[in-house]
C-alpha cells in the first residue's frame, strides 16, 4: 500500500489496489505536460500582442517610404519592382499573422481543456482511496493547499489574458483601426433627428434644425414607381459620387478625350475652391456642388457650370466634437448628393445638411460623431424622396433613410459590420430596387423602400474603402488583403468567381456587361470577364490611383494621382485612346455633363469641354 498526503482532510490515504498506481501517474503526467504547453502557448500569444503594437505588417514605414520615392520619380522600374515584392512579403505577413493567432487561440484552448480534464481525472481516481487519519501538521496542509489555490488561479488568469491578447490582436488586425481612441459614443451613435438634442452638440444647438418651408404637416407624399429608378433626370444629370446608382457609369457618351492643363486647350474654366475637401463633384443642370472642410468651417459650394462662377456658398453649422482626420481624408471626404431641388452634404463629425439650390437652408443636424478614425467619409446618395446614408462605425453601424424634406428618420437598420469608408450604390435589377453595401464580412442588400435586409454573404474582410461594381444582375466587391468576388444577385446570393491577384485599397471597381475592371492604388488595372472571372488583361499606368474608374459610352475614364486622365476602350484588349494631362494633382472622380468633364484637382475645380 501507498501512503498520499490529503489536503482536505489533512490524512494519510492508502490505496486498496496498486493496479491504480499507474493510471493515476499517467494523468498526474499529463496534467504536467498540458500544463507547460499551455503556459509557452500563453507566453508566446501575449509576446504576439506586443510585437504587432510594435510593428504592424500592414502599416508599414518602409512601404509607404517607398511609394513617396517613386512618386517622385515615377520611371525608377528598378524601384516599382522593389514595391511590388515588399508590398508581396507584407501581405504574406499579415495572413501568416492572422493563421498564427487563430491557431495559437485554438492551442491554448485545447492545452487548458486537456489540463483540466486531467485534474478531473486525478481528483476522480482520489475518491477511490480509503482514508487513514493520520496526525498530520495543518501548517503543512494549509501550505499545500494554498500554494495549489494560487497555482491554479495564477494559471487560469494566465490563459485568460493570454486569449483576451489574442482576440485583440486579431480583432486589431482585421480592423486596425480598433486601436484608436474613440471620437465618439459607446452607444449607436446616430440620434434620431426627432429628438431635441444630441450629447455631441454644444447646448445652443438643434439636433435639427428645420425650415418653415420644410415643415412636416406642409410636405406632400411623392407618388413613383421603384423600378423607374434611376429616373431620366437622374441619367441626364451626374447626382451622386460616381453618377446615377453610384455604379461609376456615365449616361452621356461624347465626353473630351483630349485636353491640356499646361497651355489650357480644351480647358473652358478653372476656378479656386475656398476650402479643401476630398469629395467629388456632383452636377444638375446648371449647376456642379462641392464642399469643403477644415477644423472650424464647413461649406456647401454651388458653381455656374457653363462660366465657373461661385454662385453661393452655405455655411453648415459645425458641432462641438471632430474626430481626428488625416491629410488623405479630411473633413469633407464624402460625396454630396442632390435630387434636382436640394443639395445634400455630410461631414467628417456626422454633421449633415439639406440645402436648396438657392442656397437656402432647409435643415441640418448630426448624426453622432462616428466611433471610427478619419471620421465619416461614406458618400450620400438620393432615393426618390430618401437621402440614404451608410454609417458604419466600430459600434452601432447603421443604414439609415432620411426624409429629404425635413431631414427626419424614415427607417434605420442597424448594421453588424466593421468600420468602412465605401458608399452605398443603388442598382435596379430588372425584377426590384436595392441598395448594395460593402462592409467587413461581407456585401448586404437592403429594401430602399423600409430598409429591410434582403440578403447579406461573406466576402470580404478588413478596413473595406472601394464601393460595389454592379452589371447585369453581378455584383463585384474588391478590398486589399482580402479578395475580388463576383456576386449573383438575389435572395440567395452566390459567388460566381475569386480572384486575389490585383486588390483595391482605395479606388471602387466598374463593370459592363462583360467586362470588369479593377484599378489598384499602386497604378495597375486588370480586365476580367464578368461571368467567369477570366483575366483578359493587366496595364501598368506607372503612377498611383485613387480616383475610380468611369464608363462613358464604349470608353473608361481613369485619373491617376498625378493629373493625368489614361482613358481606353472597355474592351477585352487593352487600347489606350488618350492620356490627357491636367499638370495638377488629383485624387477625385470626375463627374461627366453633355460634352463635359468636371475634375477637381488640387485646390480647382475644372471644366473640360465646350
Known amino acids: 500500500m501507498h501512503g498520499i498526503l490529503s489536503c482536505k482532510t489533512g490524512s494519510v490515504m492508502i490505496k486498496e489496489d496498486k493496479k491504480t498506481k499507474r493510471p493515476f501517474d499517467l494523468w498526474e503526467s499529463i496534467f504536467l505536460v498540458s500544463g507547460v504547453f499551455s503556459f509557452v502557448v500563453c507566453v508566446l500569444l501575449i509576446a504576439n500582442y506586443f510585437q504587432i503594437n510594435r510593428a504592424d505588417p500592414v502599416n508599414t514605414k518602409v512601404l509607404n517610404a517607398l511609394i513617396e520615392r517613386l512618386e517622385q520619380d515615377e520611371s525608377d522600374q528598378a524601384l516599382r519592382t522593389e514595391i511590388r515584392e515588399f508590398d508581396l512579403l507584407a501581405r504574406k505577413a499579415y495572413f501568416t499573422n492572422q493563421w498564427q493567432i487563430r491557431f495559437g487561440g485554438y492551442l491554448l484552448l485545447a492545452g487548458v481543456l486537456v489540463c483540466i480534464l486531467a485534474a478531473l481525472m486525478i481528483d476522480a481516481k482520489k475518491t477511490k482511496v480509503k482514508e487513514i487519519e493520520l496526525p498530520v501538521k495543518k501548517t503543512y496542509v494549509l501550505t499545500q ?56 452638440l ?25 423600378l423607374d429608378y434611376p429616373t431620366a433626370a437622374m441619367k441626364n444629370n451626374f447626382p451622386t459620387f460616381r453618377g446615377a446608382g453610384a455604379i461609376g457609369l456615365s449616361h452621356k457618351n461624347n465626353a473630351p478625350v483630349s485636353w491640356d492643363g499646361a497651355s489650357g486647350r480644351n480647358i473652358k474654366w478653372k476656378t479656386a475652391v475656398p476650402l479643401p475637401g476630398m469629395n467629388s463633384p456632383i452636377v444638375w443642370g446648371n449647376f456642379v456642388f462641392l464642399t469643403g472642410a477644415n477644423e472650424v468651417k464647413q461649406e456647401v459650394y454651388c458653381f455656374n ?28 471626404a464624402a460625396s454630396a448628393a442632390t435630387d434636382g431641388e436640394n443639395v445634400y452634404a455630410v461631414f467628417s463629425n456626422g454633421d449633415i ?38 454609417y458604419d462605425q466600430k459600434k452601432g453601424s ?5 426624409d429629404t424634406k425635413t431631414g427626419k428618420t424614415i427607417w434605420s437598420t442597424p448594421r453588424k459590420v466593421k468600420s468602412s469608408w465605401s458608399s452605398p450604390s443603388i442598382v435596379n435589377t430588372g425584377s426590384r430596387v436595392e441598395i448594395l453595401v460593402l462592409a467587413d464580412p461581407g456585401l448586404s442588400s437592403y429594401d430602399p423602400a423600409t430598409g429591410k435586409q434582403l440578403w447579406s454573404i461573406n466576402c470580404t474582410s478588413g478596413e473595406v474603402g472601394p464601393s460595389i461594381a454592379y452589371a447585369n444582375g453581378i455584383a463585384f466587391a474588391v478590398n486589399e488583403y482580402a479578395k475580388l468576388a463576383a456576386i449573383k444577385v438575389g435572395d440567395q446570393p452566390t459567388i460566381l468567381w475569386e480572384n486575389n491577384d490585383y486588390l483595391s485599397d482605395v479606388p471602387s471597381p466598374v463593370a459592363t456587361k462583360d467586362f470588369l475592371f479593377v484599378a489598384t492604388s499602386y497604378g495597375e488595372v486588370a480586365c476580367y470577364n464578368t461571368k467567369s472571372g477570366e483575366e483578359y488583361w493587366v496595364h501598368d499606368f506607372e503612377a498611383g490611383i485613387y480616383s475610380s474608374p468611369m464608363i462613358v459610352g464604349k470608353l473608361v475614364y481613369l485619373m491617376d494621382r498625378k493629373g493625368t486622365m489614361h482613358i481606353f476602350k472597355a474592351e477585352k484588349k487593352f487600347t489606350l485612346v488618350g492620356e490627357p494631362m491636367l499638370g495638377e494633382k488629383s485624387d477625385y472622380t470626375p463627374a461627366f455633363a453633355d460634352g463635359q468633364v468636371f475634375i477637381r484637382a488640387g485646390n480647382n475645380l475644372y471644366c473640360i469641354g465646350k
Open 353 to 390: 445638411a439639406a440645402i436648396d439650390h438657392a442656397g437656402k437652408m432647409i435643415w441640418s443636424g448630426n448624426l453622432g460623431v462616428p466611433d471610427k478614425s478619419y471620421g465619416h467619409s461614406s458618400s450620400l446618395i438620393v432615393y426618390f424622396d430618401k437621402l440614404i446614408v451608410q
Open 305 to 332: 457650370k457653363n462660366t465657373g462662377k461661385i454662385i453661393w456658398k452655405t455655411n453648415v453649422p459645425k458641432s462641438t466634437q471632430s474626430p481626428k482626420v488625416s491629410d488623405d481624408t479630411g473633413h469633407a
Open 202 to 226: 454644444s447646448p445652443d444647438t438643434t439636433q435639427f434644425a428645420v425650415a418653415d418651408t420644410a415643415k412636416a404637416d406642409t410636405v406632400k407624399k411623392l407618388v413613383f414607381n421603384p
Open 145 to 200: 493547499r494554498n500554494a495549489r489555490k494560487w497555482l491554479s488561479a495564477g494559471g487560469l488568469m494566465l490563459a485568460v489574458t493570454a486569449m483576451v491578447f489574442a482576440y485583440i490582436t486579431h480583432k486589431n488586425m482585421e480592423d486596425p483601426v480598433s486601436g484608436e481612441a474613440s471620437t465618439g459614443n459607446d452607444r449607436n451613435t446616430f440620434v434620431d433627428p426627432e429628438s431635441n438634442r444630441s450629447d455631441d
Open 398 to 402: 447603421n443604414l439609415m433613410a432620411l
